[in-house]
């Protein structure tokens, strides 16, 4: 087992996990700041109106996104499953 092997696959796992949890964080951020700026604006100080629309944004990137999500990690699992064997000497 070689020391760069096993460090390849960690950089892949975590660039997966950034492409996992990627669109669902960025829609998290916008919506949070849409919010916070209309709150600011109008002088609502509700502390649930955030909740609900990122709640609603992050549910609706995960249904559109869901089956490349799926697609990559199934990618990453069978390429894991063939690299096991050159892991064990």
């Known amino acids: 087992m070689s020391d760069l092997m096993v460090i390849d696959i960690g950089r892949n796992a975590m ?3 950034l492409y996992l949890s990627g669109p669902m964080l960025v829609t998290a951020l916008v919506i949070g700041l849409a919010v916070s700026l ?3 604006m109008t002088h609502i100080n509700e502390m649930t109106m955030t909740f609900i629309p990122k709640i609603v944004g992050v549910t609706l990137v995960l249904l559109f996104f869901l089956p490349t999500m799926v697609q990559l990690f199934r990618d990453f699992f069978v390429d894991l499953m063939k690299v096991i ?3 064990i000497p």
């Open 38 to 40: 209309f709150q600011t």
């Open 85 to 87: 064997p050159n892991l």
């Open 15 to 17: 660039v997966l996990m």
